[in-house]
């Protein structure tokens, strides 16, 4: 009920920001919690960051202190805002909707992911 699509990747020196988006259609998105996951080459999906239906976010201690989660749920969108990027952030990044966790198995939309490459 919920088609997703990333956008805002990019290419970025180590130590940049970048602000990546990710657009709802079909069923609005505040019925669901949100979530940020990425996916390094020959690596598995990781968890990044949530934000519930209520506003409650949770972050991966990779990212603590550096990304943020928002959504605006009258423009059926979700944000990550991402500072002080480093090269291991490099990864295509996925949002997804569902149940809000730290588990990609408690999420049913997945989008197609936006590239994210940082240089060192």
């Known amino acids: 009920q919920v088609q997703l699509v990333e956008s805002g990747g990019g290419l970025v020196q180590a130590g940049g920001s970048l602000r990546i988006s990710c657009a709802a259609s079909g069923r609005a998105v505040g019925v669901y919690a949100m979530g940020w996951f990425r996916q390094a080459p020959g690596k598995e999906r990781e968890f990044v960051a949530y934000?519930?239906?209520?506003?409650?976010?949770d972050y991966a201690d990779s990212v603590k202190g550096r990304f943020t989660i928002s959504r605006d749920n009258a423009k059926n969108m979700v944000y990550l805002q991402m500072n002080s990027l480093k090269p291991e952030d490099t990864a295509v990044y996925l949002c997804a909707a569902g149940t809000a966790s730290s588990s990609q198995n408690t999420y049913y939309y997945w989008g197609q992911g936006t590239q994210v490459t940082v240089s060192s």
């Open positions: 934000i519930n239906r209520y506003g409650t976010t």
